[in-house]
């Protein structure tokens, strides 16, 4: 995934830039920058690995020597930004947050006009950000040229350009994810999260429709381009990658994991347990929701460590990453040994993770699990924001059950098994408890959780559920 935060001030803003990206550490977990101008200075910049220490400890001498009244700043989950470019545009830096599923096809075409080059990262892929810059700079203004970038990136794409007058905010084509605006008497802002500015100072004024373009200075935002008529926001935002104190599209999301978790108690009646408790630390919400509803005790059977490992510091390689998850939960013996647990998860994607906290349960001496993940099967990998950088979906544990289950035929039956009422569903899902030791196994119907949103089913994204926008 990845975060955003811009300010532009009629003072120095540095201080405002730095804590309103700190709030979106939650979000990436690799590279962070900070890109800043004054109009004595010019531009300057600085970006840092963030893989091995948390964002603040990384940053807190560039935010003592850096100044600036335009600023932006971005937490990523992959490539280093905000870039600074020059174009016939002239300078800006550039923000992104999106997954590009042509990227390709399009540097080719841009290569093939002999006037562009790329420069590789370490892994040999090109920056994401700077092939959005490239399409930007192959139209007469910004405008157009975030338009044509938009309109030609099979994917998402949000973007946030500092240029000396002012922020050029993008919210991508459907809405997939936010862009809210906030301000305070002599500044204004732009956040992926909306709760990142409250602390600071601002007070929200709206969040942009998909598609708009905005752009924003001292004195306030002037829309460049409307919103266009369809939207289809991430529902993983409400489920899993949204901070408790954020909201979407007006809809809190610790209310919405409340009612998620008491959809899955109201299909549970007949479940018996001594106790329910959420995988720290999404599922949480979701198990209080599911506590209310069933009047089953809520309990936390297992603590988060988290003074030195925050959810941003975490591993790339999946092996490590494992490892992590399981050394930052702490047991509580007393609240574990001779249970029957409901435990309830945001998600299962590869099973690995949930697995061994399960296990790690059973050695704590717990007599049952009962799984309860808080939204349906995954069965497709996210075409659109980097849920999972997943080489194949064969990683995805459901779709490894499919295949066990019919081979390659099982692709012919992709919609039996997104179906709850299917018996090829019930089977797959059996096969998935049997494998994690669960002892028993129900997921989260599409349709109750898109009520627990609240939105119409068709200004929200369900690809990963079900394939289809």
């Known amino acids: 995934m990845g975060g955003f935060f811009g300010v532009a001030s009629k003072k120095d803003c540095v201080f405002d830039l730095f804590f309103g990206t700190d709030y979106h550490s939650h979000l990436g977990t690799r590279r962070a920058g900070m890109a800043v101008y004054r109009k004595e200075k010019g531009f300057d910049r600085a970006i840092h690995n963030i893989e091995n220490a948390p964002f603040r400890t990384k940053f807190d001498r560039d935010v003592a020597t850096m100044e600036g009244s335009l600023v932006t700043c971005s937490i990523s989950d992959y490539e280093p930004q905000p870039l600074i470019v020059r174009s016939h545009h002239g300078t800006y830096a550039i923000t992104t947050v999106g997954k590009i599923n042509n990227a390709a096809e399009l540097e080719k075409d841009i290569l093939a006009s002999g006037d562009a080059h790329f420069l590789e990262m370490s892994g040999g892929d090109i ?7 490239s399409l930007i700079n192959r139209q007469e203004n910004l405008i157009e040229g975030i338009r044509y970038a938009q309109e030609v990136i099979d994917g998402s794409m949000t973007i946030l350009l500092l240029t000396p007058v002012g922020i050029y905010a993008a919210r991508d084509r459907y809405g997939r994810t ?4 906030g301000r305070k008497d002599d500044a204004w802002c732009v956040s992926f999260e909306s709760f990142a500015y409250l602390n600071l100072g601002y007070t929200a004024v709206r969040e942009l429709g998909p598609g708009e373009i905005v752009v924003m200075t001292p004195e306030g935002i002037r829309q460049l381009a409307a919103p266009g008529p369809r939207k289809k926001i991430c529902m993983f935002l409400w489920t899993y ?11 809190s999301v610790e209310e919405m ?5 008491e959809a899955l108690a109201r299909r549970d009646r007949d479940t018996k347990a001594d106790t329910v408790a959420g995988v720290p630390d999404s599922g949480t919400a979701h198990a209080v929701g599911y506590a209310n509803e069933s009047g089953v005790p809520f309990s936390r059977p297992f603590i988060k460590y988290t003074p030195t490992w925050p959810r941003s510091f975490m591993p790339t390689m999946q092996s490590k990453r494992n490892l992590i998850a399981r050394m930052k939960l702490i047991p509580v013996h007393e609240l574990i040994r001779d249970r029957s647990m409901v435990l309830i998860d945001d998600s299962i994607v590869r099973g ?11 050695q704590s001496g717990v007599r049952e699990v009962h799984a309860r993940p808080a939204c349906p099967p995954i069965c497709y990998s996210c075409r659109y924001l980097n849920f999972s950088r997943a ?11 499919m295949q066990e289950m019919e081979g390659d035929a099982a692709a012919e039956h992709l919609a039996d098994y997104t179906d709850p009422d299917s018996e090829r569903y019930q089977e797959m899902v059996r096969r998935i408890g049997q494998e994690m030791k669960f002892t028993s196994l129900r997921y989260q119907r599409l349709d109750d959780m898109i009520r627990a949103v609240g939105l119409p089913r068709d200004q929200v994204c369900t690809y990963c559920w079900t394939g289809e926008e």
């Open 127 to 133: 920056n994401a950000t700077e092939l959005v810059a």
């Open 178 to 181: 936010p862009v809210a605006v």
């Open 241 to 251: 990658y949204g901070y408790p104190s954020s909201s979407y599209e007006g809809i």
């Open 257 to 261: 994991r409340y009612r998620c978790g």
């Open 352 to 362: 690995t993770q949930l697995r061994e906290t399960t296990e790690f349960l059973y």
């Open 391 to 401: 080489t194949s979906v064969m990683e995805l544990i459901a779709r490894r059950k």
